[in-house]
């Protein structure tokens, strides 16, 4: 067999990958292999190109996303338009427009939001550090989440990253609101909300792994304080002259039934 | 006959009843890998693919009661899969300010806009390439920019995945012969491009 024209030599090539050949046309198109450079060539390109597919695209591990659907009450699914998911939390408190939170104890009064049922979309676009704290103090400096106990705040942090993370008891004036989510170090980057003594401060966390280093503007107003903790980064972004929450942080350890069983 | 009755009655009850969110879990667990590679390559990015893939779990969970036991769940999973890419695409083009007609979406290849980059490429488990492969996967990921997202999801299914074009026309909902032809002209033109590469930097393809 001879290949002779460019559209049948890419048919054959196709076709062997493929595995379709039978088996006289595959002996016979491994003969024109050894015999045709060029035919070589060309498949061990291939060969290149699938092995660097696999490199890029191999798939990650599924357990937490697995685990994630399996801890997750189809009845507190709603998709709205788009194919948007609000995950709607039931909140079993009164109706109550304030917000009550305190750490210390470390119990965090899960908000109510049977009067905002309607999260507003999470907007993952990729932000630096300090456009996601402007953004944060102009919308009024809200968090997304609010964990309802010290285990459901470690768990947030162990599904996505690997690692717990706890906040230990913080001075009078220092007091954390809350966390959202950002596209900063990477699209799963979660920011702690602070309030210090009247002044906004975030605190984002993610892998150190995924981090390639951060800085800030000059002219921002703000500062970048780093601490590195086991496998997470974490960065405070303040207006402040000195770090007033990293100090606090540790990463407590709760068996992996307590950690799962903390969904929300 | 009162047998055939009884068993037509049994069916019918397997056919009526929903899949348990256990079920459910157990099922997409089988089937990540394959809703995987649809994810990342239509939206060619690991972190964006991943939370397609979870919202796309997510959505189907919701939906439970939509699927028919018996029936292909990669399909029907793969659906949300790509409803829900094509989504992430659309808000990445609005995001933009690029227009949204449907053949752009088609030919739609999401940059990995990742701060560092880091998540689009997988490392080796020392955490080292030579750096002739990264160069390599460098040049593949460009590459891919320029193969359409169906494209790409069927490159990947049939190349890595290892699925025949069949199981492809299923999960994607296309022809079986678009789906060996995405794939024919995915291999030509990466072949053709790297090569290219390859000879303009010196090295061996």
Known sequence: MTIESTGERESMIDAYLDGLLNTEKLKAFERELEADMQLRTEVDSQHRVDESLGRLFGPPDSEQIVERIRRTDPARVRVVSRGRIYLWLAAPLAAAAALAFFFGGGDILLQSILGNRNIAPLDLSPKTLAAIYQEEVAGGFKPRMVCKNDLQFAATFWERFGQTLGIATMPRGVSAIGLNRANTITRKTTHILVMVDGTPVLVFVDRADADAGQSLPPDSGLNLFPRRMGELVIYEVSPLGEARVLEYLNSPEYSAEELEGAGW | ?205
């Open chain 2, 1 to 205: 006959m009162p047998g055939s009755e009884a068993k037509a009655d049994a069916g019918d009850a397997i056919r009526k009843r929903s899949l348990s969110s256990a079920e459910f879990a157990d099922r997409f667990k089988e089937s990540f890998q394959t809703l995987w590679y649809i994810a990342v390559g239509m939206v060619r990015d690991r972190a964006l693919a991943e939370d397609v893939v979870q919202e796309a779990g997510l959505v189907a969970l919701g939906k439970l009661n939509q699927y028919e036991p018996g029936t292909n769940f990669n399909a029907w999973m793969g659906q949300m899969v790509r409803y829900v890419a094509l989504n992430l695409a659309r808000r990445e083009r609005r995001r933009r300010g690029m227009p949204l007609d449907q053949h752009d979406l088609e030919q739609f290849s999401a940059a990995p806009e990742t701060a560092n980059g880091a998540d689009a490429i997988r490392r080796s488990e020392d955490g080292t390439l030579h750096a002739d492969q990264r160069h390599f996967d460098d040049e593949m990921m460009r590459a891919l920019e320029e193969v359409g997202d169906i494209a790409r999801a069927c490159l990947l299914l049939r190349t890595i995945e290892g699925l025949d074009y069949a199981e492809i026309s299923r999960l994607l909902e296309i022809p079986e012969g678009t789906a060996m032809s995405h794939v024919h002209r995915a291999r030509k033109f990466l072949r053709t491009r790297l090569s290219q590469a390859s000879s303009e930097r010196g090295a061996v393809a």
